[in-house]
């Protein structure tokens, strides 16, 4: 397998995935505090349990993305 140097585009592609792989992956970890405070409240567990499979999918999602680019810096 041969490498080659990446251009800018695809740099900030990455970096782009990169950004946003870590704001979902705050935001499921947001959600799966506010879904705790809420375990006493059934409507609003599951609301935020939700939110947190989205952002938890979202996350994977981008660092799927930005790991399957190899490249040499």
Known sequence: ??????????AQNIANY???????AALAEHYTRQM???ASNSS??????EL?????SRAIRYKGLF???PFIQ
């Open 1 to 10: 397998m041969q490498y080659q140097q990446m251009g800018t585009t695809q």
């Open 18 to 24: 990169q950004q946003l792989f870590m704001q979902h």
């Open 36 to 38: 705790m405070a809420f």
């Open 44 to 49: 609003s567990y599951y609301r935020y349990a």
């Open 52 to 56: 947190v499979y989205f952002h938890k």
């Open 67 to 69: 790991s399957a680019t």
